[in-house]
């Protein structure tokens, strides 16, 4: 864990999470939620699909600026990129601070976040419908922060895919390392080293890969190795 001086808009953010998760209103913070192509077509939801989904089924949504980015200002990546939905996105657009769109404008936005590098997370409980879905940069993101800067990886749920990698089809390139958000890709003496305990399923690494040597699949699949090549999981 990193010995950091967490900043007050950081802590508070944490405090809030404990108390949430000490009266078990939530188990997790956020869930991450992989991008559309970086997923086969199979039997299962397409990821970005899914959120597509969660905006054609929730009664309203609108778009809002990404609260940690205005916050922190540490990167240039898009900032009118969070989705809200339903009673939440009503009241921010009578506040005037979030604005509707369309599907395929929402879309559209999605497709950026993944040029960008951007992880989508939603706030998550099984229990209730999505209210905010949010493009997160591990720079700026509140949850991404607590994670990768103080371990707390009990705030972030992982998607239900995981990344298969293909070692003999892949070139060393590292550009999965440099979009891999959560270091389950590195570069070691130019050669791509991966850890899939580490990875969260989002798919920023298979959408970047020039030779198309990585996919997402199910956790299951990879827990029965069907996917997996000798050595992609160690």
């Known amino acids: 864990m990193s010995h950091n001086i967490m900043d007050d808009w950081l802590n508070k953010r944490l405090n809030l999470y ?22 086969e077509t199979k039997q299962w939801v397409l990821p970005t699909e899914q959120v597509i989904k969660f905006l054609k089924d929730a009664r309203s949504f609108a778009v809002a ?4 980015r205005t ?19 009503d009241k921010l657009v009578e506040k005037g601070y979030a604005k509707r769109i369309s599907v ?3 879309i559209k936005k999605l497709h950026m976040a993944d040029e960008y590098g951007l992880v989508h997370l939603t706030l998550y409980n099984p229990k209730q419908y999505p209210y905010a879905i949010c493009s997160c940069c591990s720079c700026c993101c509140h949850d991404l922060q607590l994670l990768l800067k103080y371990g707390r990886k009990d705030l972030i749920a992982s998607s239900e ?10 070139s060393n390139c590292g550009i999965c390392a440099d979009r891999c958000v959560f270091e389950a890709r590195t570069m070691e003496n130019g ?15 298979v959408t970047a890969c020039p030779n198309d040597a990585i996919v997402l699949s199910g956790v299951e699949e990879k827990k029965m190795g ?8 160690g």
């Open 191 to 205: 050669v791509v080293k991966y850890n899939p305990d580490k990875c969260y399923g989002c798919g920023l690494c």
């Open 71 to 89: 916050h922190y200002k540490r990167c240039n990546n898009p900032t009118d990129i969070c989705f809200f939905l339903n009673d939440t996105s």
């Open 161 to 170: 895919y995981i990344a298969v990698w293909d070692e003999q089809l892949c």
């Open 18 to 39: 404990n108390k949430w998760l000490a009266d078990k209103k939530i188990p997790f913070a956020s869930k991450v939620v992989p991008i559309t192509q970086s997923l």
């Open 65 to 68: 600026p990404c609260a940690c």
């Open 104 to 106: 395929n404008e929402g």
């Open 226 to 233: 069907t996917r997996a090549k000798k050595g992609t999981f």
